[in-house]
């Protein structure tokens, strides 16, 4: 197993190392367009560990309270 791993990380290595360039254009707003879309994921990742955080809270809450 360890063979066919090394070897794996051998080619793509050697895959990565003889990329030829491209000869591609990014304009300045992809750099900008990039940014925001990270900002977007994280703040949103962010929202949804909120969100289930207090469901959680909540379920333990009504379940262990006593009545």
């Keep these: ?3 066919l791993c090394f070897n ?4 793509c290595s050697v895959l990565l190392l003889a990329a030829r360039p491209a000869h591609a254009y990014l304009d300045p707003g992809t750099g900008s367009y ?3 879309a990270l900002i977007a994921v994280l ?3 962010l929202f949804a560990v909120k969100t ?3 469901r959680l809270k909540n379920f333990f809450t009504i379940f262990f309270s006593k009545k």
């Excluded at 794996?8 to 080619?11: K, T, W």
């Design 34 to 36: 990039v940014f925001q």
């Design 1 to 3: 197993m360890n063979s």
């Design 8 to 11: 794996f990380l051998v080619v």
């Design 52 to 54: 289930y955080w207090q």
């Design 43 to 45: 703040l949103g990742a």
